[in-house]
């Protein structure tokens, strides 16, 4: 079946400095591939998306490239500020129903 | 925010005793889904609908039932909450297609004692 695998947190950053937070997948096709931000008492956003190969998808300075070679869709932002403290989750999409397939989630501190 | 609204927001349940959350949604989206949350597990799909009276089972439905008798509320039931479904639930809708986000709930936290 289809899994997505992220790497398990808390990832502790100081302010400014870069972020990586490694994804991959597995699945039997190609999928589309999303990460979703969740602040502490809210629900899932969307954070970003990209739907075919070597798509890159953007927001809010985040930034993850859709690599099929290596499986991976690694969220990336050049500069984290305290506000960027969060849980995200990166998930793929297979079917027209668009149920997604999360991984495990990664928190995210950063200290000012 | 997408229009969503899970009701309750928390709830505290003891064991054996049927539960019912609702999820309404303003966006007459055609599919609305239900997770829950755990840790170390992400989000895990229980149910889910594309459509009234339209609805199938996802990753972890065991013990759960849905229904769906109108597009905007999607009502998930669990007939005798036991402590293991102690979770936090997200509600989400979706317009459809592999391409469409989905836009979620606040969440029901949910505790079985």
């Known amino acids: 079946g289809n899994s997505v695998t992220q790497m398990e947190g808390p990832v502790t950053l100081s302010e400014e400095a870069f972020l990586t937070i490694n994804c991959t997948y597995t699945a039997t096709g190609y999928p589309s591939l999303f990460w979703y931000v969740q602040y502490p008492g809210e629900g899932l956003q969307l954070l970003l998306k990209a739907t075919k190969a070597d798509d890159k998808g953007s927001n809010k300075g985040f930034e993850a490239t859709y690599r099929k070679e290596t499986t991976s869709f690694h969220l990336e932002k050049g500069s984290v500020q305290v506000s960027d403290s969060a849980v995200y989750f990166c998930?793929?999409?297979?079917?027209?129903?668009?149920?997604?397939?999360f991984g495990g989630g990664t928190r995210l501190m950063v200290k000012p | 925010d997408a229009g969503i609204t899970q009701s309750p927001r928390h709830k505290v349940t003891e064991t054996g005793t049927p539960v019912t959350l609702r999820c309404h949604q303003t966006e007459n989206h055609r599919y609305m889904y239900w997770y829950r949350q755990d840790p170390g597990h992400g989000l895990r799909l229980i149910h889910y609908s594309y459509g009234v009276k339209d609805t199938d089972k996802g990753e972890v439905s065991d013990g759960y039932s849905v229904s769906r008798s109108k597009t905007e509320d999607f009502l998930l039931t669990l007939e005798s909450a036991t402590s293991s479904q102690t979770s936090v639930y997200f509600c989400?809708?979706?317009?459809?297609?592999?391409?469409?986000?989905?836009?979620f709930g606040n969440g029901t936290r949910l505790t079985v004692t």
């Open positions: 989400a809708i979706s317009q459809g297609g592999g391409n469409s986000p989905l836009h």
């Open positions: 998930a793929l999409s297979m079917e027209a129903g668009n149920m997604l397939t």
